[in-house]
């Protein structure tokens, strides 16, 4: 089973409402990135959580980190057309399977609509 | 800023052709990485690198060779293609490892015919 699961996997949303895709760990969480792929074009980095209760925000995009329920949620306000693209997690999870590396989730490909 | 350069960007190989991809960045990070990116199944580490002359496997290492004889330089190389090999691949680096900001390339979209 995947270790890292987002959800949507998918979501079109209307230009100005507000939306939030889910990342859930099975494992315990020892911080939590969050990336954005443009099609065809490789990740930028929006924003690191390290730790539990931690809320960050940039320009309309803010993330948090619940370290109990082993979750991060990221919700944008007021949508634009330049939020569209896949939206990654990344997760720094007990070293194993995962290396020294991230464990990504396979992302949430997100629409938006005029 | 140049950040992490990877080249080329579009490969198409015949199976059983071996290439390497390339790998650069102007951080001085200590800390380099390579992912695969498939559909359906995210991005899996194939190999890092911790500092010069140190590398070790990540989840999907088989196939795959890499070296680290320089800090800014981190090639991955494919030994004989394989249609599996059919990816997007990405290098990213960090100052010291996976608890700090990744920085990632642009990737090379590699198919093997």
């Known amino acids: 089973s995947q270790e890292l699961e987002q959800s949507p996997q998918s979501l079109i949303v209307q230009e100005g409402k507000n939306l939030t895709i889910n990342c859930t760990s099975s494992?315990?969480?020892?911080?939590l990135y969050w990336y954005k792929q443009k099609y065809g074009e490789g990740l930028i980095f929006l924003m690191m959580?390290?730790?539990?209760?931690e809320e960050k925000s940039h320009e309309k995009i803010t993330a948090k980190l619940d370290e109990k329920k082993q979750q991060s949620s990221l919700h944008i306000t007021a949508s634009q057309p330049s939020h569209a693209g896949i939206y990654l997690c990344?997760?720094?999870?007990?070293?194993?399977?995962?290396?020294?590396?991230?464990?990504f989730g396979k992302g949430t490909h997100l629409i938006i609509q005029p | 800023n140049a950040g992490v350069t990877q080249t080329p960007k579009f490969q198409v190989l015949k199976t059983g052709q071996s290439m390497t991809l390339q790998c650069a960045q102007d951080?001085?990070?200590?800390?380099m990485s390579w992912y695969r990116q498939d559909p359906g199944m995210g991005l899996r580490l194939i190999h890092y690198?911790?500092?010069?002359?140190?590398?070790d496997q990540g989840e999907v290492p088989n196939g795959y060779n890499v070296s680290r004889s320089t800090t800014e330089d981190f090639p991955l190389r494919l030994l004989s293609a394989a249609p599996s090999q059919t990816s997007v691949y990405f290098c990213?680096?960090?100052?010291?490892?996976?608890?700090?900001?990744?920085?990632f390339g642009s990737g090379t979209q590699l198919s093997v015919l």
């Open positions: 990213a680096s960090s100052y010291r490892g996976r608890r700090e900001k990744l920085f």
């Open positions: 494992k315990t969480l020892y911080g």
């Open positions: 959580l390290q730790k539990g209760g």
């Open positions: 990344g997760a720094i999870l007990p070293s194993g399977g995962g290396a020294d590396g991230l464990t």
């Open positions: 951080m001085n990070h200590e800390y």
């Open positions: 690198s911790v500092g010069a002359g140190i590398t």
